[in-house]
């Protein structure tokens, strides 16, 4: 008995010289820590909550491409900052590039480039590209073809009534899905294939193409996934939406297009889509390497002149490495792969956005 006394007070001595160690060895740690950070201060940057200032609204309304990752972007950086609210709206790229050019919100957001009559309206419109993604056409799982040509696409989606029967990839359409409502999403489809002029194909759904099964069914949905959802459940038919939208839902396939003058079906893999569309977007030289350069597109956020400082860091914050997560969420890319794909690693400092009127490239 005596022996297994001994042995506790032995072990209760020996916890006490524990503790005293621990507590000196900590105490250490922090008066080294507290010398290092008073002579090395943390830097602000994107990420660093804004403490000095009172709460802040911050309003982004428009696309409703970019409206997904404005609403993960907005959720990310009020934990970051407690002190800003942001509210996220859609639109369409048109209402986020008037409201943001007249500064009825502190952000647009749009998912096509500026046309040239806005920038005539809006001298002092500030463009901040976010990221980047692509329009892609998709058919219903029973369709039969994997590919076709831009002409074939043209002959479906343009405004005449046409016997798409002899045409050997769209002749067993039996419905063409398109957007009902003011996208740039149809925007940038329309202009690759008619043109920078046309800014929409709603004058198809005023024509009656007939194909191997009897006319074709002109359809339209108020989004991406209203499109997508309308192809799946439609037998044979085709539509546009964006590339996040379609890639690795079961429901669809992603069609190959030969474009206008062109020999090869692009992308050469539909498996290897987002390698090619990121190929076209860090290296944008006007040829079709991976995928249709033309159905490529920014994603970005406009506001009326420079931007606040709250607005500037929310913008950084969306530019910068950390938001990767968000454009990845939604099948996107992010400025950090856009950046990284160009050969350009490096996020923007929060001066670099308020610089001077023009745009904020990769």
């Not at 009897?214 to 459940?233: C, I, R």
């Amino acid at each position: 008995m005596k022996g297994r006394e001994t042995e506790k007070t032995d072990a209760a001595g020996l916890s006490v010289e524990y503790l005293i160690l621990l507590v000196v060895a900590v105490a250490g740690a922090v008066l080294i820590a507290a010398l290092v950070l008073n002579h090395y201060p943390l830097a602000p940057s994107a990420s660093t909550p804004d403490t000095a200032s009172p709460g802040y609204t911050i309003r982004i309304a428009g696309s409703t491409t970019v409206q997904p990752v404005s609403e993960i972007l907005a959720g990310m950086f009020m934990k970051i900052d407690p002190k800003a609210k942001l509210q996220v709206e859609g639109g369409g790229s048109g209402s986020g590039i008037r409201q943001g050019g007249e500064g009825t919100v502190e952000i647009g957001a749009a998912s096509r480039p500026l046309e040239a009559g806005e920038r005539a309206r809006y001298p002092d419109l500030r463009v901040h590209q976010i990221g980047g993604s692509a329009v892609v056409l998709i058919a219903s799982r029973d369709y039969p073809a994997d590919w076709v040509a831009a002409d074939e696409v043209r002959a479906l989606f343009d405004n005449r009534s046409t016997d798409l029967s002899a045409l050997p990839n769209v002749g067993h359409v039996q419905a063409a899905v398109q957007r009902i409502d003011p996208s740039g999403t149809e925007e940038i489809f329309a202009q690759w294939l008619f043109g920078s002029s046309t800014p929409s194909v709603d004058t198809a759904l005023g024509a009656e193409d007939r194909g191997a099964a009897g006319t074709v069914e002109a359809l339209a949905a108020p989004s991406n996934a209203a499109v997508l959802d309308l192809v799946k459940q439609s037998s044979n038919a085709i539509g546009f939406v964006d590339v996040g939208y379609a890639e690795g839902d079961p429901g669809v396939k992603i069609l190959r297009i030969v474009d206008t003058g062109q020999s090869e079906a692009l992308p050469r893999n539909t498996s290897a889509i987002r390698a090619a569309i990121l190929d076209e977007l860090a290296h944008p030289d006007g040829r079709n390497g991976a995928y249709i350069e033309r159905l490529t597109r920014p994603l970005a956020y406009v506001t009326s002149g420079e931007p606040s400082p709250p607005v500037a860091r929310f913008i950084a914050f969306a530019r910068s490495d950390e938001a990767a997560f968000a454009f990845d969420e939604i099948g996107y890319f992010s400025m950090a792969e856009i950046r990284a794909a160009s050969g350009q690693p490096g996020a923007p400092t929060e001066q670099e956005i308020g610089q001077g009127p023009g745009e904020d490239h990769p």
